[in-house]
């Protein structure tokens, strides 16, 4: 995350009307390895809600005669 990044708007040709930069916001923007983070959380995240389900499906299968 970045604050105070200079912005500006462009009219219908792609240029800047007067000044170039008019303005400041602030920009979110995560990088290739946030993204496979999150991913990687996601997957292991099933992948442990599969094994669970699973472990109970069997539990009870030997519990009941």
């Known amino acids: ?6 912005t500006g708007k462009l009219n ?3 240029l800047p009307d007067g000044r170039v930069f ?4 602030t920009v ?4 290739d ?3 496979n983070a999150i ?3 996601h997957v292991m995240m099933l992948l442990g809600i ?7 499906a ?4 030997s519990i009941k005669p």
């Open 22 to 25: 008019d303005g400041v916001e």
């Open 28 to 31: 979110y923007r995560l990088t």
């Open 39 to 41: 991913h990687r959380t």
């Open 12 to 14: 219908a040709d792609g």
């Open 1 to 6: 995350m970045h604050e105070s990044i200079p």
């Open 50 to 56: 599969v094994v669970s389900l699973a472990g109970a």
């Open 58 to 61: 069997i539990t009870l299968l």
């Open 33 to 35: 390895s946030g993204w």
